[in-house]
C-alpha cells in the first residue's frame, strides 16, 4: 500500500513539476516576447519622435531679420 501511495505522490510531485517548469517556459518566452515589443514600440516611437523634429522645424522658417546696429546717438553741443 505504500509503494501504492508513493508512487501516486512521485506522479504528482513530477506532473507539478512538469507544469511548473512548462509554466516558467511559458511565462519567460511571454517575458522575451513583451520585452522585444517594448524595445520595438520604444525604437518605434523614437525613430518617430525624431522624424517629427525636422517637420517641426520646417513650419518655422528660420529667418535672420536682426536689425543692423546703428549708432543713431545725437552729438550735444555744450555752449557755454
Known amino acids: 500500500m505504500s509503494f ?3 508512487h501516486l505522490w512521485f506522479v504528482v ?7 511548473c ?4 517556459v511559458v511565462c519567460g518566452l511571454w ?12 525604437l518605434l ?6 522624424s517629427f523634429v525636422p ?3 520646417a513650419q518655422q522658417p528660420i529667418t535672420n531679420n536682426k536689425q543692423p546696429i546703428t549708432n ?8 557755454q
Open 4 to 6: 501504492v501511495i508513493c
Open 31 to 42: 517575458f522575451v516576447v513583451c520585452g522585444l515589443w517594448f524595445v520595438v514600440c520604444g
Open 13 to 19: 510531485c513530477g506532473l507539478s513539476f512538469v507544469v
Open 72 to 79: 543713431n546717438q545725437q552729438q550735444t553741443t555744450n555752449n
Open 45 to 50: 516611437f523614437v525613430v518617430c519622435g525624431l
Open 21 to 24: 517548469h512548462l509554466w516558467f
Open 55 to 57: 517637420m517641426i522645424n
